[in-house]
């Protein structure tokens, strides 16, 4: 009786496996964010800003910032706020001191709200800066949000650089 039991529950489990591996979720290599075309489009993007911070690419930078593009510094004062034009500020100033930009992402999730596409990641930064004994390497690992909105046939980074 047991055999028996062996010859048909064997074939019915290796069934049950096969569905059940068919619809597992599938990945884009080397995120945890689910493989769809959109998604696809939006680490695309999301990988010509993390190039431009390590080549030091201002230009390319402000031209996937938004016009609109405003960071409240994740806190009330108002002091550290920053809109388009002190973006390119920051940019062509503090951003410039860094030299050997090492800038790695893992994305972790895209979500869409409205008209809004938040791409949260953790980010890998090495970079040297001046000190005053010579340039010093600094290293930091943190989680980002990029907030991004549809631009043509691309997007525009609003918020998170």
């Given at each position: 009786m047991v055999h028996r039991l062996t010859k048909v529950a064997a074939p019915l489990f290796l069934l049950a496996s096969a569905a059940l591996g068919g619809c597992s979720t599938h990945y884009i290599p080397n995120t945890d964010v689910e493989d769809s075309e959109?998604?696809?489009?939006?680490?695309?993007?999301?990988?010509?800003?993390?190039?431009?911070?390590?080549?030091?690419?201002?230009?390319?930078?402000?031209?996937l910032a938004s016009p609109q593009y405003y960071e409240d510094g994740g806190n009330t004062d108002a002091a550290d706020d920053l809109d388009y034009e002190g973006l390119r500020g920051y940019l062509s100033g503090k951003f410039q001191d860094a030299r050997s930009i090492r800038y790695e992402i893992r994305y972790r999730r895209v979500t869409m709200a409205e008209d809004v596409v938040f791409v949260d990641y953790t980010f890998s930064a090495s970079y040297r800066i001046p000190g005053p004994k010579g340039d010093e390497w600094r290293h930091k690992v943190d989680d980002n949000r990029l907030e991004l909105v549809p631009y043509r046939d691309d997007f525009r980074i609003i918020a998170g650089m």
């Open positions: 959109d998604n696809r489009k939006i680490v695309a993007f999301c990988e010509k800003y993390r190039r431009a911070v390590e080549t030091k690419n201002i230009g390319g930078l402000l031209q």
